[in-house]
């Protein structure tokens, strides 16, 4: 049974660092991503990782700031120097993918498997 579960969300003030964790069990995908939804809008993909190579992809919004990696089973989401607009529910999603089309284009449609999600929230 696939499960994803995530955990690490909470509360930041502008400029502070959480970490967002989401293991991963029972089946080895070699696409795992972070998608974000912010209050208003729809789910969209912010930072993904291809298991393979281990190569990453971030949405411009957060690039520099947001950094994906992988240790074993659990995949991590660092977020530093946070804003008020980073302020969303994130979700960690998993598929099985070429490398073309694992990347931060990629709908959510495309996921088949997703965590319970984890808010965020970001102070100014």
């Known amino acids: 049974q696939v499960q994803l579960v995530e955990s690490g969300g909470g509360s930041a003030q502008a400029g502070g660092s959480l970490r967002l964790s989401c293991e991963v069990s029972g089946y080895n995908f070699n696409c795992i991503s972070w998608f974000r939804q912010q209050p208003g809008k729809g789910r969209g993909a912010v930072a993904i990782l291809r298991s393979g190579d281990r190569s990453t992809d971030y949405a411009d919004s957060v690039k520099g700031r947001f950094t994906i990696s992988r240790n074993m089973y659990t995949v991590y989401l660092q977020m530093n120097n946070l804003k008020p607009e980073d302020t969303a529910m994130y979700y960690c999603?998993?598929?099985?993918?070429?490398?073309?089309?694992?990347?931060?284009?990629?709908?959510?449609?495309?996921?088949?498997?997703w965590g319970q999600g984890t808010q965020v929230t970001v102070s100014s």
């Open positions: 999603a998993a598929k099985s993918s070429t490398w073309e089309r694992c990347s931060t284009d990629s709908g959510e449609d495309e996921y088949t498997y």
